[in-house]
């Protein structure tokens, strides 16, 4: 049996007082947490190894990560301004209004266009949480993606 790497997430919660969304934003935090746990690399700067669990909510318009040990042993917490992902999400939310829409009404062709300008803003998203967290926590790109899913869920909840 295979060591699993102790810079993983283990465990993401998304604070739950913010409420439901709709099914679409539903199913893309189930998958993305669901993907997260399932492979990630995340390694708080300066801290010897997890597995940890991960708290995203947010505080006054800014972005929350309470990081434990999976233990529960208290290792950081960063809070992140939102500013530099306004314009991102709401292209983001856009263009992802358009995709579900396309999917109910379009051609192959016409869905397949979207979805590649709903990636392009998504990868934009992931490098600028990536850059946001630069020197705190060492995201590979996947990872960045993934969180960068629930932090759109978080504002589309929030």
Avoid at 14 to 23: A, M, N, Q, V, Y
Avoid at 123 to 136: F, P, V
Wanted: glycine share 6%.
């Amino acid at each position: 049996m295979s060591q699993l790497p102790a810079f993983r997430l283990c465990d993401v919660v998304l604070d739950e007082t913010i409420g439901r969304s709709t099914p679409d934003v539903e199913h893309e935090r189930a998958v993305a947490i669901f993907d997260l746990i399932e492979e990630n690399s995340f390694e708080p700067i300066g801290h010897d190894g997890g597995p940890y669990r991960l708290k995203l909510s947010l505080m006054d318009s800014k972005l929350v990560l309470v990081v434990t040990t999976e233990a529960g042993g208290d290792v950081i917490t960063h809070i992140l301004s939102l500013t530099p992902f306004r314009r991102i999400v709401r292209d983001y939310f856009m263009i992802c209004e358009s995709y579900y829409e396309a999917i109910r009404s379009s051609t192959p062709s016409q869905i397949e266009a979207i979805d590649m300008g709903r990636r392009g803003i998504h990868n934009e998203g992931s490098q600028t949480l990536m850059d946001r967290l630069s020197g705190k926590i060492k995201l590979d790109f996947d990872t960045a993606r993934r969180l960068f899913t629930l932090v759109c869920v978080l504002y589309w909840r929030g």
